[in-house]
């Protein structure tokens, strides 16, 4: 069983950036593949960034590639998404989330119903 607990979310003017962080625990990080989606008032919930157990190969949803970064440190357990240039429709509450390695693939990484474990969200908020 792994915990997730997001950071770093907050109110920010577009064209700025934030960096959310991940934690986990409980769990044996290195095993899964990360993933951060997000989720806007009366919308869905859509995937952002997606890094692999073992790091390398990451994807991006086309809304955010050349903008954010998503990272991890296996050491520490952490995952990390770095957001340049945001603009206001990255406005959204932001998850990380968890699938054990061997059940994601390049077909299935952006669904959300694929991942195991989730983290409660941080809220990114950008004003115009």
């Known amino acids: 069983q792994v915990q997730l607990a997001e950071s770093g979310g907050g109110l920010v003017q577009a064209g700025g950036s934030l960096r959310l962080s991940c934690a986990a625990s409980g769990g044996t990080f290195s095993s899964y593949t990360m993933g951060w989606f997000r989720q806007a008032p009366g919308k869905e919930r859509e995937f952002v960034a997606a890094?692999?157990?073992?790091?390398?190969?990451?994807h991006y949803a086309d809304s955010v590639k050349g903008r954010f970064t998503i990272s991890r440190d296996n050491a520490s357990n952490m995952v990390y998404l770095q957001l340049n240039s945001l603009k206001p429709e990255d406005t959204a509450v932001y998850y990380c989330a968890a699938a054990f390695w061997h059940t994601i693939t390049a077909v299935n990484q952006e669904m959300s119903r694929d991942y195991d474990y989730w983290g409660q969200g941080t809220q990114v908020t950008v004003s115009s």
């Open positions: 890094i692999p157990y073992r790091g390398g190969g990451m």
